[in-house]
């Protein structure tokens, strides 16, 4: 029986949306304007935007590269590929371990997710109005200890999450991010706007852009670098299942372009619509992960229309959070389907279901099993940081360096459409700056659990 065709983007645009907004998540607005605050602000942005060039773009073109040539989940991909190009089967492994890497923080992703949903409601209702900084922290502190309360955000916005992949890709995928995206870019637009209101404008443009080079350190420097790889959804399966989805008749090089112009974009007006409200405040932009649950509502809580523009801004965050989620569950989801001979609908439920008892068990490392550590981390950190210091850098170096090594250079070269500066230059990228640049992250990584 012949297989049914491979799904495919309905166009290039459509293509773009996904992948930037699989890009654009909670990795843009929370971690992104907490971490130029932590790392000196404009040299960090800086030497992010570099990274983001040498490093992010030749390995995002090459798991769309991949993706497009074996046209099946990650898996079946990197198998095919390895076959096809006579080496060992075992680059499969580089197609397993992205496809666990989504499945894993997904896991986790979903209950940060949860509290964007809960402090949508609770911008609305008026929780924050009037707070003070203790009572603003003792909110999410009190959050994080009901085990009730994280379990009923958490399924909810897996509920989101599901119902949107299980309609598919062009149902699903597409419409989501045809009706999120610009409504996360207007959103982010507005509050730029009212940023540039708050008479601290050019002092959070001066702390983005201003370099003070005495702020730049090797510490930095590794911080860019990391947050430039993760925030590509590098590494995760994800790209390498969108371009599953890709037409031979898209510039791979081209799109990556503009997928990057997008995120990067999205993510300097995240920081230049929080840090002027942040500043407008008299509050510190080095505040670390409780910038945007703690710090911004206490902000939003004593501002003039402060709920209409917190309403905004946690909008903003969910629609964030929910195009990178759908796909992150999209690689498993298609590995299931094309597996197995289950349907759509079912793949999506049975996977949602396993991230989500895996969500389970990280929510309940905050209050219920808060004693329970694994190398001296709770479920919840173990998660994040086995994704982050491991699994993703590894994948991301297996997949530039067959892409780079491994594929056939003729071939890829013409289907890159480089001209010969061109090529010399991906070669000099792919094959050494970028490799060299995941191996730094990685072994620095590393020793920092050490």
């Not at 983007?9 to 930037?20: C, D």
């Not at 909810?156 to 999120?180: C, D, H, N, P, W």
């Not at 909008?315 to 289950?342: D, K, Q």
Request: glycine share 12%; net charge neutral.
């Amino acid at each position: 029986m012949a297989k049914l065709a491979h799904a495919q983007w309905s166009s290039r645009m459509t293509f773009v949306l996904a992948a930037a907004g699989s890009a654009v998540g909670l990795g843009n607005i929370w971690r992104f304007s907490y971490m130029v605050g932590e790392n000196g602000g404009a040299a960090f942005v800086l030497v992010y935007l570099a990274c983001v060039a040498l490093v992010g773009l030749p390995i995002l073109v090459a798991e769309w590269l991949m993706g497009r040539r074996g046209q099946k989940n990650p898996v079946d991909t990197m198998a095919e590929l390895a076959r096809k190009n006579g080496k060992p089967r075992a680059w499969m492994g580089i197609g397993i371990t992205g496809v666990l890497a989504a499945f894993l923080i997904l896991s986790f992703y979903s209950v940060i997710g949860g509290w964007s949903l809960n402090y949508t409601l609770g911008t609305v209702i008026g929780t924050f109005s009037g707070g003070d900084s203790d009572s603003i922290g003792a909110l999410f502190s009190n959050m994080l200890a009901n085990p009730m309360t994280l379990l009923g955000w958490h399924t909810a916005f897996m509920v989101l999450v599901v119902a949107i992949v299980a309609r598919g890709v062009t149902k699903g995928l597409e419409s989501a991010v045809r009706s999120m995206m610009p409504a996360l870019v207007i959103l982010m637009l507005i509050l730029v706007g009212y940023g540039m209101t708050t008479g601290h404008f050019g002092e959070a443009m001066a702390f983005m852009f201003r370099p003070e080079w005495s702020a730049l350190d090797g510490g930095v420097v590794l911080a860019a670098m990391g947050q430039a790889f993760f925030t590509l959804s590098l590494g995760m399966g994800i790209m390498m299942a969108y371009g599953s989805y890709l037409g031979q008749d898209v510039n791979l090089i081209s799109t990556a372009r503009t997928v990057i112009i997008l995120d990067t974009a999205i993510a300097l007006l995240a920081g230049m619509a929080i840090f002027p409200i942040v500043f407008a405040n008299g509050l510190s932009p080095g505040e670390g992960p409780g910038l945007i649950f703690v710090t911004l509502p206490l902000a939003f809580g004593n501002m003039a229309g402060g709920t209409i523009l917190g309403l905004m801004f946690f909008l903003l965050l969910t629609f964030a959070a929910l195009t990178s989620a759908i796909s992150l569950l999209e690689p498993t989801v298609e590995m299931l389907e094309e597996r197995t001979s289950l349907p759509r609908v079912s793949a999506a439920l049975i996977s949602g279901a396993a991230v989500w008892l895996l969500g389970v068990a990280a929510l309940l490392s905050f209050n219920v099993w808060s004693d329970v550590l694994v190398f001296g981390l709770n479920i919840f950190d173990l998660l994040d940081t086995f994704t982050a210091k491991f699994l993703l850098p590894l994948t991301g170096l297996g997949s530039i360096v067959f892409a780079a090594w491994c594929l056939d250079r003729k071939s890829v070269e013409q289907e890159l459409g480089l001209s010969a500066a061109g090529v010399t230059a991906w070669n000099v990228i792919a094959r050494v700056v970028a490799p060299i640049g995941v191996v730094v992250v990685f072994i620095t990584g590393v020793i920092g659990l050490m």
